[in-house]
Each structure stands twice: as C-alpha cells, then as structure tokens.
C-alpha cells in the first residue's frame, strides 16, 4: 500500500516514512501544500497522511481542493493537540480522521489500518487478495497457499501485494521497485530479482505450480495459468 506524507518538519516526515516503511508501505513524502495536490494526481495512493501547518496551502485547503477534484483517497490529518476547531474544521474539509500532534505511532499505525480498511470495505466485504490458490491479507500481511500458511518480510509482502493488485499482467522491474522501495531507492539494481527469489523458495518450495512468471526483457508477473 502507499502512502503520501505531506508534513514540512523533516524530522517528523523522516521518523514517520522510516516507521511505514518498516511496516512494508510504500512511503513519498512532500513537503508543501501545492506539492501535495500534484503527487495526489499523479501516482495513486492508498492514504494521503496530511499536516495542517503547511508552507504553500495548508492541510484544510488540500482537503478542500482533493474533494472538490473527486479524490476519494482516504486522509489523515495531523492536528495541534487541543485544538479542537482544527479537528473539526479537517473534518469538515473531507478528511476522514485526525491525530492530534506529538502522537505515539502505534496509534498511527492503528489509525491507518482503520482507515485502509474502511475504504475497502464499500462494494468489497474483504482485504483479500487471491489469485489461484494463493490468498493474501492486506490487513494481517499473511499469505496462504492452500492450507499452508507462509510467513513473509514486510518488503516480501510489499512485491507479492504488488504483483496480486496487478494479476496477469507484466509489470517491468522499473515499476515494481517504484512501487515498493519508492523513488528515490538508490540501492542494488537486481533488488527486484531477489525478492522475487525469495517469494519464489516460499511460495512454490512444496512443488505447487509457479505463480509469479518471468517475462522475457520486461520483467514479472502473476499468473495461476502460464
Ligand atoms: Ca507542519
């Protein structure tokens, strides 16, 4: 899943992404209000976390000008402690949920679980992804095979959640790393290949039929018939 930051204390911004990301999101962080509106448009994420105090425009009037555009993309926004006008006025903006600032981050962690599920609760009753006989949990992060359950990585889970948002399609090894190590990932270049190694050993080790396939000069994708 991923994740907008929008919050100017960079030491906020980098305490919050080194947290999500441990928890295998997919993490951008923005510094401005304008900033906010163009990434907002232009990848899609699944929760935009969004400060009221914000150099450009602040957390009310991205809001404001998100739900006026249509975006149904869930926000959190980071409130003063005590105030409670800015609660409501974030409320009133259209942002789903508020936490009041300084804020333990269990109980951020515990505010986007809530908030990613109520999205996908409308029209889809579930947070399963399934494809053959592979089922994935978006919400306890835990694959099964059939009947054999398989412990994953929080970056194992972020490629195999990926590659089931994107069932039988080739998806470039570009996009997959964009995907779940973010933009700005300087590290190894093969770093795709080698999750998916690892998801390979843990998802197809007891001879089952392989589900995620190499495709030649692209990349990868999953797929319950070859
Ligand atoms: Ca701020």
Redesign the pocket.
Known sequence: MRILVV???ER?ARFVKTGLEEESYTVDVVGDGPAALDWVASASYDLVLL?????GLNGFEVTKILRSRGVTTPILM?TARDEIDDRVRGLDAGADDYLPKPFAFKELLARIRALVRRAATPGKMDTMLEIGDLQLDMVSHVARRGQREIELTSKEYAVLEYLMRHPRRPLSRTLIREAVWGYDYFGASNVVDVYVRHLRQKLEDNGEPPLIHTVRGIGYKIDDVE
């Open positions: 919050e100017d204390e906020i400060d009221v105090m914000l150099p980071l």
